[in-house]
């Protein structure tokens, strides 16, 4: 079968595009009378599961996840969606019957906030990671119906299909690529939407082969990255043995095998390597559950730096932070990938210096869209050079997390639960 596009990923990045590219074919068709076209679309994952949403966002592997930062430095559209009342409903329905002990402490927390008028305290909610998962959903089924509506009514028509399998070639073929798949294994998936419950989609395997598949174009959304495996082949055979941790199913896959283990041992060790998001992640879930069932569990964490993510928390009783170097006169020198980063170091390091936290300066760079507005200023050597170095340091320096992460991390280490080293 020949694709117009094929999105590889079933991430954000790959339903995104396939939803904006078939608002636009409807658009402009309508506009003008075309000669009678056929548009063809496909979305592959190897896990059904995480369409859409991939694995920072996927139904089950983002449970007990929240965003590293407020509501109030979401994107617009999605802040919105957020807050109509039928998705805080939703939220406080999760959290009830996914959410685990962190859910319900939330629900305590803040369900009156939710459910209130006052804007600043909404601006400084931290939501459950799924609810971009279950915005997505609500794109894609809405698409879907829309492409339903389209096909009755118009010469044109446009199809989307959904593929289990993972990528490993594309390969030019005359006017199109070809798709070859690991293991020669790809899938077509079957789709249906539902009107109960939090899933709306719900995708079957479709005994039928599609194979092999091409398209015109492609758009590629890699997602995580996969850590660096460093432990010896023995090791990577242990069934208790995580490599992956955000693809394994990270906190949720995580509780399961503790309480599955602590059936029949009375003192389990977690060892964990890395001291960032995803030990950071699992901490508040894993510590309610420890103090709740009385486990012995010893938590190890080692590190090369020890360096953590910092608290994503604003100072308190202070007026807003105002920029020294990253002003709008000073913007206008920044055009190189090396002055971005050193404005932005400088500019969290002054902080200090007048009585705030880095957070405050982090939080109007991206309110400001500072980064944005320096990068149309470089030029294309700047910005390959920003992309392949310096971003990453950027990235470093400005990690904030959930403040929960930190506040269990630190009474698990008080208690004598978390040791580092």
Not at 230 to 236: G, M, P
Not at 324 to 335: A, F, P, T, V
Request: hydrophobic share 35%; glycine share 6%.
């Amino acid at each position: 079968m020949q694709l117009s596009h094929i999105s590889i990923g079933g991430g954000i990045t790959g339903t995104e595009t396939i939803i904006s590219a078939i608002n636009n074919i409807i658009s402009n068709i309508k506009k003008k009378n075309s000669l009678k076209k056929k548009f063809i679309f496909g979305l592959i994952d190897k896990n059904p599961e995480n369409i859409p949403g991939g694995v920072a966002y996927g139904f089950e592997k983002s449970m007990y996840g929240y965003f590293n930062n407020p509501l109030r430095l979401s994107p617009p559209n999605f802040k919105n969606w957020v807050l109509l009342k039928k998705n805080r409903l939703k939220i406080i329905s999760y959290l009830k019957s996914n959410g685990g002990f962190t859910g319900k402490l939330w629900i305590k927390k803040n369900k009156k906030i939710l459910f209130s008028s006052n804007n600043k305290k909404l601006d400084e909610l931290y939501i459950p990671r799924v609810l971009m998962n279950l915005w997505m959903e609500e794109k894609l089924c809405n698409i879907i119906k829309k492409i339903k509506r389209f096909n009755k009514n118009s010469k044109n028509k446009i199809e989307i299909y959904f593929y289990k399998g993972e990528v490993n070639k594309i390969k030019k073929k005359q006017k199109a690529y070809e798709i070859s798949f690991k293991n020669n294994f790809c899938q077509v998936l079957n789709y249906k939407i539902i009107n109960s419950g939090l899933k709306k989609i719900i995708f079957t395997i479709d005994k039928k082969i599609n194979y092999p598949i091409q398209s015109i174009s492609q758009g590629i959304g890699l997602g995580l990255p996969p850590p660096k495996q460093i432990a010896k082949k023995n090791t990577q055979n242990n069934e208790n043995y995580i490599w992956d941790f955000y693809d394994s199913g990270s906190t949720s896959f995580l509780i399961k095998k503790i309480l599955k283990i602590s059936k029949y041992k009375k003192k389990l060790k977690i060892y964990f390597i890395g001291y960032k998001a995803g030990l950071l992640e699992a901490l508040p879930e894993l510590s309610a559950l420890i103090i709740k069932k009385k486990l012995n569990i010893k938590i190890i964490c080692s590190s090369r730096e020890l360096t953590s993510i910092q608290i994503a928390q604003l100072s308190l009783g202070k007026k807003k932070y105002t920029l020294k170097i990253l002003n709008r006169k000073n913007l206008l020198n920044i055009d190189t990938a090396k002055k971005l980063q050193q404005s932005i170091h400088k500019e969290l390091e002054l902080t200090k210096f007048y009585g705030f936290k880095k957070y405050d300066a982090w939080t109007i760079i991206l309110k400001k869209k500072i980064i944005f507005n320096c990068l149309k200023n470089f030029n294309n050597k700047e910005k390959i050079l920003y992309d392949a170095f310096y971003h990453s340091r950027i990235r470093n320096e400005t990690r904030f997390t959930y403040p929960e992460t930190i506040i269990a991390r630190e009474l698990l280490i008080k208690n004598g639960i978390l040791a580092l080293g």
